[in-house]
């Protein structure tokens, strides 16, 4: 697809098209990089962003349990080799 640079103000600009951002799943806050002379646009917002403070507060507040009461016990692979 091909698009022009517009004058914003003293700036410029590209505007995306809204099938374009719903298909990079792009809202919010973006980042702007310069990559090997290719300018890059990628979210500001990490996925999984606070999943760590999470899973401590509800270590704490013990309700880190299994939910799922028919699983199989878990493996020496699962305890041992399983990383996220």
Do not use: Y
């Not at 103000?9 to 590209?14: D, L, P, Q, T, Y």
């Not at 995306?16 to 090997?36: F, H, M, S």
């Amino acid at each position: 697809m091909k698009t022009k640079v517009v004058r914003i103000g003293n700036s410029r600009g590209v505007r995306i098209p809204k099938t374009l951002l719903e298909q990079c799943g792009l809202q919010g806050p973006v980042e702007l990089e310069v990559r090997d002379g290719q300018l890059v646009l990628r979210s500001a917002t990490r996925p999984r962003a606070g999943w760590d403070e999470a899973f401590r507060r509800m270590r704490e507040h013990d309700d880190d349990v299994l939910l799922e009461r028919d699983a199989p016990p878990a493996t020496k692979w699962d305890r041992t080799e399983w990383r996220w």
